[in-house]
């Protein structure tokens, strides 16, 4: 079993409508959870950063954390074609970051 | 702020050679650097840590020797794939955290595509 799991996707939705991504873990050490966003041949984009169960709000972007259910969530509402990318959910253990596999998104006008 | 360079963003290199590749923070002293790689579709695979001054530690699979990485000071790491074969092609990434007591967050640079031909 992985320590982190996250469905690859691809996820394809319209302009607009909200998205909902996931992760759950095994390890209940891990104290801090992130959200990246990639694109397609560049770096990792740090969206996110929680150290808490409980929700955290960023613009378009919900961050929820559910540590007695080991579970992660991203939510973006009014997704835009430029949120068109590769997400992963990481977490903090022993200073190094756990990623899970990423979930492609693809938004279409 | 948190911004991480990388240089060279793309290099072809002949099989057999060596490749160096540098990753520096901007605006902020970074205590550790992580090197990852990423092939086509998959997530990122964690290499080695540097801390500034010392030593790398290198994860479970991965050749110190073959991938020597060097973190001389707060703003500076860098990664030599060393007589590098083909099956070394891949995209090479950077990631620092700050010096910040707590703060976990890692700031990625924005890769390095390297081609052995």
């Known amino acids: 079993q992985k320590e982190v799991e996250q469905d690859p996707g691809p996820l394809s939705v319209p302009e607009g409508a909200i998205v909902s991504l996931n992760c759950t873990y095994s390890n209940s050490a891990f104290q801090y959870f992130m959200w990246y966003r990639q694109y397609s041949r560049k770096g990792p984009e740090l969206l996110m950063y929680t150290y808490s169960s409980g929700n955290k709000e960023d613009g378009r972007f919900t961050a929820q954390v559910d540590k007695s259910s080991k579970y992660i969530s991203l939510f973006i509402r009014d997704s835009q074609p430029s949120d068109s990318a590769t997400y992963l959910c990481?977490?903090?253990?022993?200073?190094?970051?756990?990623f899970g596999a990423g979930t492609r998104l693809a938004v279409h006008p | 702020g948190a911004v991480v360079s990388q240089h060279p963003s793309w290099v072809i290199c002949k099989s057999g050679t060596s490749v160096k590749i540098e990753c520096r923070s901007l605006?902020?002293?970074?205590?550790?650097m992580f090197w990852y790689r990423q092939f086509p579709k998959q997530s990122l695979m964690l290499m080695a840590t540097?801390?500034?001054?010392?030593?790398?530690?290198?994860e479970q699979g991965v050749e110190k020797d073959k991938f020597l990485i060097n973190h001389a000071s707060l703003t500076l790491s860098t990664l030599t794939v060393t007589s590098a074969h083909p099956e070394d092609s891949s995209f090479y990434i950077c990631?620092?955290?700050?010096?910040?007591?707590?703060?976990?967050?890692?700031?990625f640079g924005p890769g390095t595509r390297l081609t052995v031909t």
């Open positions: 990631s620092a955290t700050s010096t910040s007591g707590g703060d976990l967050r890692q700031y």
């Open positions: 990481a977490m903090s253990g022993f200073n190094k970051l756990i």
């Open positions: 540097s801390n500034e001054g010392s030593k790398a530690t290198y």
């Open positions: 605006d902020f002293q970074a205590t550790t």
